[in-house]
């Protein structure tokens, strides 16, 4: 059984002498087809590994969610004090 990365992204320290280098790179696995443009939402965590090739963070891929306002309480009539 091969693992799976769906939804997974990872990140390494980039051993760069290029001062203009990004300090971070790694790879992102889609959880499902994502449009241009279309915002998601990624966690990311220090990974724990004792690992020397482990990458530096771990994260998690997801549908962006919209917030969602919490619904007006009605029950000022009802609350005795």
């Known amino acids: 059984m091969s693992y799976d990365n769906t939804g997974k992204a990872s990140l390494w320290k980039n051993q760069s002498d290029n001062q203009k280098a990004p300090i971070l790179k790694g790879t992102l696995f889609a959880h499902r087809d994502i ?3 279309e915002p998601f939402e990624l966690a990311l965590w220090r990974n724990q590994s004792e690992n020397p090739k ?3 963070l771990t994260g998690k891929l997801s549908d ?3 917030r969602q306002q919490a619904p007006a309480d009605d029950f000022s009539d009802e609350v005795p004090f």
């Open 54 to 56: 482990a990458p530096s």
């Open 64 to 66: 962006k969610q919209e």
């Open 35 to 37: 449009k241009a443009g």
